[in-house]
């Protein structure tokens, strides 16, 4: 994904993004299944990591406890600890608390209409 783009498109994105390491684990592993990379849990973190440059320049400035809470989910998928199989995916305390983390960002951007511009 490029930096460039409209307000709208990074909005959207990240939320598809986040949503996605919301869902349960199940749901994330037929998600995973329907891409094609069934047990590459590495990809949900690679999606994030993906989108991740271009929206914390827009949200740095605009809204700060969205970007908090979106930085949080960064940190916590950057872990040395977290495992990246399907297992951990499943059971783990690590991946249980980024659902939680991308749940809460999913309910900011509900409240987020507004990126920063680009420029």
Known sequence: ???????AFWLSTTREVVD???WS???QLAYLKALGVAGSVDELGLEFDDIWPAVKTRLSTVNEELFRHLEAVHTALDRD??????ESLAHSQEWQEIRELARKV??????????KPDT
């Open 20 to 22: 996605r390491l919301g």
């Open 25 to 27: 684990a199940p749901e």
């Open 81 to 86: 600890t977290l495992r990246w199989d399907v």
């Open 106 to 115: 999913s309910e900011l951007l509900d409240d987020e209409s507004e990126m």
């Open 1 to 7: 994904m490029s930096a460039g783009g409209s307000e």
